[in-house]
């Protein structure tokens, strides 16, 4: 038996989730801080594997990961009732890091490969004013959109439906051979000043959601038409898209499994 959780975590203060070989990194890991938690919590060694990596700055509201005894073990190796391992785990983990969810899997279960698919929100502010409650955890526009800017956002959206190849839309350099994903869907909400993009798709390419974000705002913007996005996506060059958006927009909202995960939390 694995233990899988659902957690949430402002990743401000972290070097992404994945564990960095240097110990003596200037941020911590994601990993590597639960790591620590569970081992010490649970009184013995663990490990934790992860449904991605994510870069610095990255947050979550839903990524999945399994605890295991890093040695073999029985299976009655957690003797804490699953729906009630984030109260025992609530003072071995930092503030900045929760355990939303959590349910016994299969020792043959892995929170990547598993996955059927996954769904990251990127926030936006576009308020004329510096907003301290959004520093950190949405990307602060360099100025307003205009009037017509969701519209045109909406738009070139419909353009990233369905089975697209998104090498215009991969970050330049990375080994991924095969850049096709499909994507089922991709909404721009406007709430005041904040803006939400959520897009939902089999699998992501490193940093997909950040340029398709800079790339819309490009686009609100004026600087690209929403009926170039047909073409940029053709051109299959990254060149060819817009900005990268910063990372402290990102948030990794939801992972697909099939069947569904009977998600426990007392």
Request: proline fraction near 7%; hydrophobic fraction near 40%.
């Amino acid at each position: 038996m694995k233990l899988l959780l659902k957690l949430i975590w402002n990743g401000a203060g972290y070097a992404g989730y994945q564990a960095q070989r240097d110990i003596d990194a200037p941020k911590p890991s994601i990993q590597r801080t639960l790591t620590a938690a569970f081992s010490e919590g649970l009184g013995f060694p663990c490990r934790v594997t992860g449904c991605s990596r994510t870069d610095a700055g990255v947050h979550a509201l839903g990524f999945c990961a399994v605890v295991e005894p890093a040695q073999a073990n029985e299976d009655d190796w957690l003797r804490i009732p699953v729906g009630r391992v984030h109260r025992a785990m609530r003072s071995h983990l930092p503030p900045d890091i929760a355990i939303a969810g959590e349910a016994a899997v299969p020792d043959d279960f892995h929170p990547r490969y598993s996955a059927v698919g996954k769904e990251y929100l990127y926030c936006m502010n576009d308020a004329p004013w510096d907003d301290p409650f959004s520093a950190g955890t949405a990307w602060h526009l360099p100025r307003p959109l205009p009037p017509d800017g969701i519209e045109r956002m909406r738009r070139a959206a419909g353009f990233f439906v369905g089975r697209r190849d998104f090498t215009s839309f991969m970050a330049a350099g990375s080994k991924i051979t095969d850049a096709t994903r499909c994507v089922t869907a991709l909404t721009v909400e406007r709430t005041g000043h904040e803006i939400a993009l959520t897009v939902s798709a089999d699998g992501f390419l490193y940093h997909m959601v950040r340029i398709l974000a800079g790339t819309l705002a490009d686009c609100a913007w004026g600087s690209i038409e929403p009926e170039d996005f047909a073409a940029i996506l053709a051109a299959r060059d990254r060149s060819r898209a817009g900005r990268t958006a910063p990372a402290h927009g990102l948030y990794l909202a939801r992972v697909e499994y099939h069947p569904p995960i009977d998600w426990q939390c007392e």
